[in-house]
Nanobody, 121 residues
Framework: QVQLVESGGGLVQAGGSLRLSCAAS????????MGWYRQVPGKQRELVAR???????NYADSVKGRFTISRDNAKNTVYLQMNSLKPEDTAVYYC???????????????WGQGTQVTVSS
């Protein structure tokens, strides 16, 4: 069984910062890439940032220069440092990982339970 557990969400004023963490646990053989997505009610889930195993990253245009994604491979953990937050960043943030679980031949996508980020104006 594989679990992704997020932490670090909360309420912050515009211009403030938050750091999200997501730890993957279970019978994991290899994690290919990890990322963060967000979703607001009535809209599709969208990519915020993604990082692959050797460190290459990509970001949504709306967060470039403000958010930084990083990972600790030894801890199977991905982080999202969010600076200069804006009210439009308010959403539920979901951790995602493409990983190979013990007993499987192909990697699969896994999702965390989501963490609420609210930015007040």
């Amino acid at each position: 069984q594989v679990q992704l557990v997020e932490s670090g969400g909360g309420l912050v004023q515009a211009g403030g910062s938050l750091r999200l963490s997501c730890a993957a646990s279970g019978s994991i053989l290899r994690i290919n890439d990890m990322g963060w997505y967000r979703q607001v009610p009535g809209k599709q889930r969208e990519l915020v940032a993604r990082i692959i195993s050797f460190g290459s990253t990509n970001y949504a245009d709306s967060v470039k220069g403000r958010f930084t994604i990083s990972r600790d491979n030894a801890k199977n953990t991905v982080y999202l440092q969010m600076n200069s937050l804006k009210p439009e960043d308010t959403a539920v943030y979901y951790c995602n990982a493409q990983l190979l679980q013990s007993g499987y031949v192909l990697p699969k996508q896994y999702w965390g339970q989501g963490t609420q980020v609210t930015v007040s104006s």
